[in-house]
């Protein structure tokens, strides 16, 4: 019996893909609701909105 040959190179996806993703399966509107559920939404402006650490913690998940 013969072995196929098989690399253990992970390929690496540009994170763009990774958020455009993210975004086709679960929607901006659902993350929303699911926050306003969770009474997290914020009360200010940030630099980094709750919104998108739901999609970094996501992504992180991912790889």
């Not at 996806?13 to 990774?18: D, R």
């Not at 993210?22 to 926050?35: D, F, G, H, M, N």
């Amino acid at each position: 019996m013969q072995l196929k040959e098989f690399s253990l190179i992970n390929p690496k996806l540009e994170a763009s893909l990774v958020f455009q993703a993210i975004k086709t399966v679960i929607s901006p509107e659902v993350i929303a609701q699911e926050l306003e559920k969770s009474n997290s939404v914020e009360k200010r402006q940030r630099k980094l909105p709750a919104s998108l650490v739901v999609c970094l913690v996501i992504a992180m998940s991912l790889s």
